[in-house]
């Protein structure tokens, strides 16, 4: 009798070890499952804000460089008054002579400015363009580009895919009204490169770090 009355209570104490046993595993797997959650929520929050902090300061610089650069292309000077000589000029041996001494300054301007891609000249009654640096894709017009942002004289527009029949990245570019003497449909538009969201944290990213904890 004293037998069974041992063996009954021995059976209890491991039935109640192994449920304690159990019970800890499971509150300890449960905390440890919502405290890494946490942990790489967090992680990935701020490389998302820190991303985002990088591609604004981006934008901006991109932004204040076309506008300083663009200045130079677009207000009354010395680029202005060649082009406007370029344009009335009919004898070909001096427009060519013009065309030449035009785009080598123009090509010292981008030269000066690596981050500056295509540039050209463009005449919105004639929907042509002239004086560009690069080759410029066929499908080219202002008029299918995604507008950023517009201020009097100028507009930003972008991301999107490179008018350089060379490069398909992604650029930043703007489209800046000349002060062209008796025309109002002279515009000068410049490309440049923008790089935007690199190293950010993702859910695929914390699969290779944590795999027990993602399905």
Same mark, same amino acid.
């Given at each position: ?51 985002? %902090? ?45 065309? /030449? ?35 410029? %894709? ?21 991301? /999107? ?55």
């Amino acid at each position: 009798m004293k037998t069974g009355v041992f063996h009954d209570f021995k059976s209890k104490n491991i039935y109640h070890f192994l449920f304690s046993s159990l019970v800890s595993f499971i509150s300890i797997s449960i905390i440890s499952y919502f405290t890494i959650n946490s942990i790489l929520s967090n992680k990935i929050e701020t490389g998302i804000r820190s991303n985002l %902090k990088q591609v604004t300061l981006s934008l901006e610089k991109s932004i204040n460089s076309l506008n300083h650069i663009s200045q130079q292309f677009a207000y009354e000077g010395t680029i202005v008054r060649e082009l406007d000589e370029l344009m009335r000029t009919e004898e070909p041996f001096l427009r060519m002579k013009l065309q /030449h001494q035009f785009k080598k300054k123009l090509n010292l301007i981008t030269f000066t400015n690596p981050d500056i891609g295509l540039t050209l000249y463009y005449f919105g009654n004639d929907q042509k363009y002239q004086f560009e640096n690069l080759p410029v %894709k066929y499908s080219f017009s202002p008029k299918k580009l995604p507008l950023f942002a517009g201020y009097y004289g100028i507009s930003y527009y972008g991301p /999107h895919e490179s008018f350089n029949r060379l490069d398909n990245r992604y650029v930043l570019s703007a489209l800046r009204k000349v002060d062209f003497p008796g025309r109002d449909d002279v515009y000068v538009y410049i490309e440049m490169g923008l790089q935007l969201v690199q190293n950010m944290p993702d859910r695929d990213q914390s699969k290779i770090i944590f795999p027990c904890y993602f399905g």
